[in-house]
């Protein structure tokens, strides 16, 4: 799924996004946060065909991301700025945000920073950090996440649980992405390593999830490997407006294996 590339001026450079679909009776316009080395071209299109069919999608990229100009912020609360100033740069008041992995990090720094901005807010396959109990991600992640490219290998492992149903999802979804022309630079070097900087320089908001007041709903594969379900039941335990959605026999990239299912939730979450 491919639209028009367009660009906004902000205080960070020029960042670039892609929109489709329409809002229907005023809804408000639905942002995304992307992930860990992902651009605004790595969305799945079975993801994002079912999410515009009645509602305006606005995915973009980070400073010194993709097709944006600018640097990597030094830490999240530096890449939920860029957001806000993205928000600013469109004239959006007010907005739906629905953050994947780093960018559901992102949009909790930004859902705490301008709450009476942020109507509704998606995490998907997320944690608040600052957790010390729980299951620990896969010893194998942080090795894997340091390739300098990710092959299929990687992403079967990183995204999708281990089993027939899982690795047949992971590949369907693998040549769907192959498909996808028009493409923005991908993530170099440097800026993949300016993210893992800033995630490791940031805390968390685990002690600030209480102050998360906007309807919020979480979702995840119960068998993540990178970021374990349990991260995500936090948030729906310790934000106060929180729904907890975990998807069987599915790793992180659980929004991908289940589009249809996960948008339907999404639609209902925010048309309520």
């Not at 992102?106 to 705490?112: D, G, I, Y």
């Not at 149903?165 to 693998?174: D, F, I, Q, S």
């Not at 007041?213 to 349990?230: E, R």
Request: aromatic share 8%.
């Amino acid at each position: 799924m491919t639209s028009t590339l367009k660009y906004v001026e902000t205080r960070f450079g020029r960042l670039a996004y892609r929109e489709e679909g329409e809002s229907e009776g005023g809804a408000l316009p639905l942002v995304l946060c992307q992930r860990f080395r992902g651009t605004i071209d790595d969305w799945d299109p079975t993801f994002l065909g079912p999410l515009t069919r009645k509602r305006r999608v606005i995915r973009f990229d980070n400073a010194g991301i993709g097709g944006s100009d600018g640097e990597v912020p030094a830490n999240l609360d530096g890449m939920a700025e860029v957001v806000v100033a993205f928000l600013d740069a469109l004239g959006l008041e007010r907005a739906d945000l629905l953050g994947w992995s780093l960018g559901g990090f992102v949009a909790q720094h930004v859902a705490l920073a301008i709450p009476d901005r942020i109507r509704r807010l998606v995490i998907a396959g997320s944690g608040p950090g600052g957790a010390s109990e729980g299951p620990d991600p896969h010893p194998k992640v942080r090795e894997v996440m340091a390739h300098p490219q990710n092959g299929p290998d990687d992403f079967l492992f990183l995204f999708f649980t281990d089993t027939e149903t899982g690795r047949g999802a992971g590949r369907a979804y693998l040549q769907r992405m192959d498909a996808v022309t028009d493409r923005v630079p991908a993530v170099t070097g440097p800026s993949f390593m300016g993210q893992m900087k800033a995630i490791g320089s940031s805390p968390g908001v685990r002690d600030r999830l209480s102050s998360l007041t906007m309807p919020v709903l979480v979702a995840n594969g119960v068998k993540d490997v990178m970021i374990p379900a349990y991260r995500s039941y936090l948030i729906a335990q310790e934000a106060p407006n929180a729904k907890l959605i975990l998807y069987p026999d599915a790793g992180h990239a659980f929004l991908f294996q289940y589009p249809e299912d996960f948008v339907g939730e999404v639609n209902r979450f925010l048309d309520a």
